[in-house]
């Protein structure tokens, strides 16, 4: 999986669990009717939050890696010449 897309799938899953965990989005969709049944949610949401900030911290990390590797690789290829 490229380091773009780990980027993105981590970001766009911490925004949607944010905004479901501190704002009452998830009630007013959902309406009256089911939001008792929305008591637990948050069981559910801030671990995925933290899940997906671990998906973007690890991805930001895999771009950190690869880019080091290759300043390295470049330098080491210059220096041979």
């Not at 969709?29 to 933290?50: K, N, Q, R, T």
């Amino acid at each position: 999986m490229k380091d773009s897309t780990i980027i993105k799938t981590g970001a766009a899953g911490s925004v949607i669990a944010a905004i479901c965990c501190f704002t009452p989005a998830l009630v007013v969709l959902l309406g009256a009717g089911l939001s008792a049944w929305l008591g637990w949610i948050d069981y559910v949401l801030f671990p995925a939050l933290a899940l997906f900030l671990g998906i973007t911290a690890y991805g930001l990390w895999r771009r950190q890696r690869s880019a080091a590797c290759c300043a390295t690789d470049a330098k080491i290829s210059k220096g041979a010449n």
